[in-house]
Nanobody, 126 residues
Framework: QVQLVESGGGLVQAGGSLRLSCAAS????????MGWFRQAPGKEREFVAG????????KYADSVKGRFTISRDNAKLMVYLQLNSLKPEDTAVYYC???????????????????WGQGTQVTVSS
């Protein structure tokens, strides 16, 4: 079993920044993908960014490219999401997720991700 715990959410003004952290523990793995998803009220959960533990190129949703950066610390089993130039439409609960399988690409749907954190709220005021 893998446990994921997010932190770092909060309330920020438009144009501001936040850094989200995800701590992984339990049964860990050297392959696989870590992803960040978000869910706004009344909307489906959507992919934000993903990164593989083996250092391959990250993937981003078009809506966050150039503003968000995903990174990882393999030694600490941590994954981060730096959120810059925040917009009100970025307001959502942000979830960290883990897909433990090796894959040739980073998948952007929720189904492949077996493990999820509890989420952290990000609110961007205009």
């Amino acid at each position: 079993q893998v446990q994921l715990v997010e932190s770092g959410g909060g309330l920020v003004q438009a144009g501001g920044s936040l850094r989200l952290s995800c701590a992984a523990s339990g049964r860990t793995f050297s392959t696989g993908t870590m992803g960040w998803f978000r869910q706004a009220p009344g909307k489906e959960r959507e992919f934000v960014a993903g990164i593989r533990w083996n250092g391959a190129t990250p993937k981003y949703a078009d809506s966050v490219k150039g503003r968000f950066t995903i990174s990882r610390d393999n030694a600490k089993l941590m994954v981060y999401l730096q959120l810059n130039s925040l917009k009100p439409e970025d307001t959502a609960v942000y979830y960290c997720a883990a897909d433990p399988r090796y894959r040739s690409t980073i998948l952007t749907t929720t189904a492949p991700y077996d493990y999820w954190g509890q989420g952290t709220q990000v609110t961007v005021s205009s």
